[in-house]
T-cell receptor, first 115, second 112 residues
Framework: DGGITQSPKYLFRKEGQNVTLSCEQN?????MYWYRQDPGQGLRLIYY?????DFQKGDIAEGYSVSREKKESFPLTVTSAQKNPTAFYLC?????WGQGAHGYTFGSGTRLTVV | GENVEQHPSTLSVQEGDSAVIKCTYS??????FPWYKQELGKRPQLIID?????GEKKDQRIAVTLNKTAKHFSLHITETQPEDSAVYFC???????????FGKGTRLSVIA
């Protein structure tokens, strides 16, 4: 489905729990990104990775962690330190970092709800 | 860092009319400006983009204009149709070297 797959589509988290959102791409893209979408807030950058084994914090990284052990995968963990995690999370990828800008390919998103 | 402002937040037009969405950016080094369309419950999709060496770009009913001096760019949709109803996001980056910074979005409603 568009080359980038996010799972699960819906996720419910209890207070104090860590949860991990999956993002896998088969586009052979170097760069991957996590954005959070809240109503009226647009897309805000959580973390991004230019290449395998490297990642940088975005504007709202507190309470989140990531890893990039494989080119195809960029999972996001929402920790208990994230005070307001209920949101729609979007993963994206782009072909090559620093080789000219390209539009992103987005996954279909994960809606996380705290219960 | 870069800041992107987008206006209006909501826009209603009659079918067949034109729609214009405007964005401003703060970092004069930004040189790549894409626009995304997000239909309800779906992922954002790239609909058009422009680079700073071009002032205007068209693709059928959609056009984007860029004013580098004023640091603003606009999306123009002509002959709007009900299927154009969606949330539209503008974004900016420094060509491939920074992540995209998005505006807060414009909810466009096309009334039949």
């Amino acid at each position: 489905d568009g080359g980038i797959t996010q799972s699960p589509k819906y996720l419910f988290r209890k207070e104090g729990q860590n949860v991990t959102l999956s993002c896998e791409q088969n586009l052979n893209h170097d760069a991957m990104y996590w954005y959070r979408q809240d109503p009226g807030q647009g897309l805000r950058l959580i973390y991004y990775s230019q290449i395998v084994n490297d990642f940088q914090k975005g504007d709202i990284a507190e309470g989140y962690s990531v890893s990039r052990e494989k080119k195809e995968s960029f999972p996001l963990t929402v920790t208990s330190a994230q005070k307001n995690p209920t949101a729609f999370y979007l993963c994206a990828s782009s072909p090559e970092w620093g080789q000219g800008a390209h539009g992103y390919t987005f996954g279909s998103g994960t809606r996380l709800t705290v219960v | 860092g870069e800041n992107v402002e987008q206006h209006p937040s909501t826009l209603s037009v009659q079918e067949g009319d034109s729609a214009v969405i405007k964005c401003t950016y703060s970092d004069s080094a930004s040189n790549y400006f894409p626009w995304y369309k997000q239909e309800l419950g779906k992922r954002p999709q790239l609909i058009i983009d422009i680079r700073s060496n071009v002032g205007e770009k068209k693709d059928q009913r959609i056009a984007v204009t860029l004013n580098k001096t004023a640091k603003h760019f606009s999306l123009h949709i002509t002959e709007t149709q009900p299927e154009d109803s969606a949330v539209y996001f503008c974004a900016a980056s420094i060509s491939g070297n920074t992540p995209l910074v998005f505006g807060k979005g414009t909810r466009l409603s096309v009334i039949a």
